[in-house]
């Protein structure tokens, strides 16, 4: 593709050189440089781009867009946002593939993981060929890639689903994080509609408060729809989340409400919740079905839910949305039951922040109350994250569990000991033992838990690694716990 073509919609703020000249490729890691190919510096978390600049056109680069002026002898794209321009022009790359399939986005603090395996499961039973992008895993078609980021960087999200529409995906749905909304990793993608699930406080060292990490929310509503060159987009919002509220007043496009509690398009009646799953009648503008699930807890009813209202506004058959939720069997480390003879129900959860733990636990507690047993839970906080929430999740474990075992997570850079002193900062109340090796710490829940107990060890979920520094260890809190109660 010629140069002039690719940089038609990047607002260049200043150009300089031969636009005629033939690009085949795009890439923005220097290393990633050969010739013929177009260097996009964009500034990371560690390193800025621009200081690559001059190794991409050793390397043989044909072309650079920058966010300064720069003398070189290759044509050079003066733009104000590298990372605007670089989704923008790896959208047009690759033939804007996400115009030739339906695309679901999912956005939100908790929920979107299972959210997108409900639609694809539902995708499935609508004939289409479905595709997931997120947090466990990229997967369509048979091929499983492992996911570094919840929503991949523009440039490799456009190769993605420019794979994806060539395998014959007819529908995806993907986790749309905070962090790809403000780094513009979606720019370029045209969605059919967007689901918000809710918002508490997550990723705050990043954002720097609540209000910035709401507008970064809003951005794939406001921005990514309205940009959307599809027809009869639509927002599906929870109505029963204040932050969802507040979005619903500000979405111009096709809305959707979906609600537990409220008025909404969607909504849930005679709802039963045990540790077989959940039951319930789901009432929409197209009737009422009756709903049955293996998940497990009302806030995956909420996402049932959400599901719903994201197939309708694909305008998929009511029949069809059915069956695909009941079919729809284990998300990966989303209450992800661990199977033993000792009649314990051991789950392993991704739960990681105050909001998602309380819901969590609030469940498991009922579940364990029922029958006569105890709540046992094992949890940490990551490193280099979010400092704040610490002492809330160390408070939301110890109004809920009968007995609480505090650990090491992910510590990273830092010291696991004292990751585990600000949690314990937040603990009032309750029984609770400090073990920081996380594999002796879900041992030691196996040994004490009794018939009828509930164990629940959360935090990493799927992850099937344990980062200590900048190594990562393989590390699988299922294969664990199994192990244990073996």
């Avoid at 190769?159 to 529409?165: P, S, V």
């Avoid at 997570?409 to 990751?419: A, L, M, S, V």
């Avoid at 033992?433 to 990493?460: L, P, T």
Wanted: charged share 25%.
């Amino acid at each position: 593709m010629k140069l002039a073509e690719l940089i038609k919609n990047i607002n260049a703020v200043a150009v300089k050189g031969d636009l005629e000249k033939e690009i085949s490729d795009i890439a923005y890691h220097s290393s990633r440089v050969g010739p013929g190919v177009l260097f996009v510096a964009i500034r990371g978390n560690v390193s800025d781009g621009h200081g690559y600049i001059d190794d991409a056109v050793k390397r043989g680069a044909r072309a650079v867009v920058c966010e300064r002026k720069t003398d070189l002898s290759v044509p050079v794209i003066v733009v104000k946002d590298s990372r605007d321009a670089l989704a923008r022009m790896s959208s047009k790359f690759f033939g804007e593939p996400s115009g030739k399939l339906k695309l679901v986005g999912v956005t939100g603090t908790n929920g979107k993981t299972t959210i997108t395996y409900l639609l694809e499961s539902i995708f499935h039973e609508a004939g289409l060929e479905a595709a997931v992008i997120g947090t466990v895993e990229h997967r369509f078609m048979g091929q499983r890639i492992r996911s570094s980021n919840t929503t991949p960087e523009s440039y490799d999200l456009q190769k993605l689903l420019r794979e994806m529409t060539g395998a014959g995906v007819g529908a995806c749905a993907i986790e749309v994080s905070s962090h790809a909304l403000t780094l513009e990793r979606v720019v370029g993608c045209h969605f059919d509609g967007a689901i918000f699930t809710n918002l508490s406080p997550e990723h705050l060292d990043f954002h720097g408060g609540m209000e910035s990490y709401f507008e970064s929310k809003v951005r794939l509503f406001r921005e990514r729809l309205a940009e959307s060159a599809k027809q009869g987009v639509f927002a599906a919002i929870n109505a029963d989340d204040p932050y969802g509220q507040r979005l619903a007043e500000d979405v111009d496009h096709n809305l959707w409400r979906y609600s537990l509690d409220k008025e909404g398009d969607v909504t849930a009646s005679g709802l039963e919740l045990d540790a077989s799953g959940i039951r319930m009648n789901v009432g929409t503008p197209s009737g009422e079905f009756l709903c049955r699930s293996k998940l497990i807890g009302r806030f995956n009813a909420q996402n049932i839910l959400a599901a719903v209202t994201g197939a309708l506004g694909l305008g998929l058959p009511l029949d069809v949305v059915q069956k695909g939720i009941e079919k729809m069997g284990v998300v990966p480390g989303r209450l992800q039951k661990v199977e033993n003879g000792r009649g314990v129900l051991a789950l392993v959860d991704y739960a990681h922040t105050p909001d998602a733990l309380e819901k969590v636990l609030t469940h498991v507690k009922d579940i364990a109350k029922s029958s006569g047993g105890r709540l046992i839970v094992v949890f940490g906080c990551g490193g280099d994250r979010d400092r704040a929430k610490r002492p809330l999740m160390g408070n939301v474990v110890s109004e809920l569990a009968d007995i609480a075992i505090v650990t090491s997570d992910n510590p990273r850079t830092e010291d696991p000991e004292e990751i585990i002193r600000e949690i314990v900062t937040g603990m009032k109340k309750g029984e609770r033992e400090i073990i920081s090796d996380r594999r002796s710490a879900i041992s030691r829940a196996v040994e004490i838990a009794v018939r009828n107990d509930v164990v629940i060890v959360a935090g990493k979920g799927h992850e099937d690694y344990q980062i200590v520094g900048n190594e990562s260890r393989h590390f699988d809190d299922r294969e664990v716990l199994k192990e244990c109660f073996a």
